[in-house]
């Protein structure tokens, strides 16, 4: 921890997952539109409310049989966990699409290895968290969704120093195995994974959001903030799953989080035509504007571009406002719920179309 300040972009990184590591760290081509023809994610640009272009029959068969595919293999709710089978605990949900996501798209492959590690280790861990303490009453909901305030607390989040410790260490040498950290963000990883008060006053400041990160003697690189909040993961989630079900936060609007106050990840568009955006940080899902950007609150159609993918299943909205950038999962062209896991892997190529057109995550 003796390097310099961070800067603006790593402090972003460290407030919503940023652009993810396995972006980085994977090798996988930024020229998604040679590239992932094979896929079925080719990039085509629209601008906002334009079709895509149509599916030719041979696409339009293979794409058939995928989602048959599909369809044979996933559950509803993928996000909850499944009853465990005799055979011990189940697989995290999302592995299984995982798979089929590589065998459809070899160019993915590396990252997809990573992203079934990386999610291994948060699934195992958050078998163990333990629920959170909700002392939660009406009025004070009420009166934190009316202010825009996010309702979880530091304190609130139920960690086990000891499991944030190991997941810290579990995921440093996940990433280095798929060379996706540096030599001295690994070594930094393994001096925090050992020093249970230099990791606490860190991940304290990493989810009070960017500017308490940067007003750190020491601020942690974009790695290292981004390895912080893969850590906590477990507990957010957790802590996403026990307030979901307590606190009714849909008249929540704002472009944040309304649980952690976390930057949205991906965007998801129900069947019945909805957009919920999806924490980066917890996973929590909130209504937002049909197509406004949550960054700046641009809400002027003539200034959103907007990338699909072929199949229509993936969206992206550009923003000629902020050149911000936020990723959707049309769940009406999709056989299963966003699975943020899967889809975040599956919409690089999106990724790297957005970066080239100069937009940033
Ligand atoms: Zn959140
Ligand atoms: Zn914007």
Redesign the pocket.
């Known amino acids: 921890m003796t390097r310099s300040r961070a800067p603006p972009s790593a402090a972003r990184g460290a407030a919503s997952g940023g652009i993810s590591p396995l972006i980085r760290g994977s090798s996988y081509s930024t020229s998604p539109l040679l590239d992932t023809h094979r896929s079925g994610h080719h990039a085509v640009v629209t601008k906002f409310g334009e079709d895509s272009p149509g599916e030719s029959n041979t696409e339009r068969d293979r794409l058939a049989q995928i989602r048959r595919l599909d369809r044979s293999s996933l559950g509803d709710a993928p996000d909850d966990d499944p009853p465990p089978t005799r055979r011990g605990p189940a697989p995290a949900p999302g592995i299984a699409e995982l798979v089929e996501l590589k065998a459809a798209s070899p160019d993915l492959a590396s990252a997809v290895d990573l992203q079934i590690e990386l999610l291994t280790i948060e699934h195992r861990i958050q078998a163990r968290v333990s629920l959170p303490t909700l002392d939660l009453d009406a009025d004070t909901v009420a009166v934190a969704l009316a202010r825009g305030l996010p309702l979880l607390r530091f304190e609130q989040i139920p960690l086990d120093w000891s499991d944030v410790r190991l997941a810290v260490r579990e995921i440093a040498d996940a990433l280095r195995r798929h060379d996706a950290i540096d030599a001295d963000d690994y070594a930094t990883a393994q001096i925090l994974s050992h020093r249970g008060h230099d990791l606490e006053s860190l991940a304290a400041a990493w989810y009070a959001g960017p500017a308490a990160l940067a007003r750190l003697d020491a601020p942690p690189p974009e790695m290292l903030a981004e390895l912080i909040g893969l850590a906590l993961r477990p507990s957010l989630r957790r802590c996403a799953d026990a307030f979901g079900r307590a606190v009714d936060w849909s008249s929540w609007r704002r472009g944040r989080c309304p649980l952690c106050g976390g930057e949205p990840e991906l965007a998801t568009i129900t069947p019945d035509a909805q957009r919920l955006l999806i924490c980066g940080r917890c996973h929590a899902r909130w209504p937002f504007h049909d197509y406004a950007?949550p960054?700046?609150d641009?809400a002027d159609k003539a200034r959103i571009t907007s990338f699909a993918s072929r199949d229509g299943r993936y969206r992206l909205y550009g923003?000629d406002?902020?050149r911000?950038y936020l990723k959707a999962y049309d769940a009406r062209q999709g056989t299963r719920p966003a699975l943020v896991h899967v889809d975040s892997i599956a919409t690089l190529p999106l990724d790297a179309a957005a970066l080239q057109r100069g937009y940033q995550a």
Do not use: A, F, L
Request: a positive charge; charged letters at 10%.
């Open positions: 950007c960054h700046c641009n923003c406002g902020c911000r």
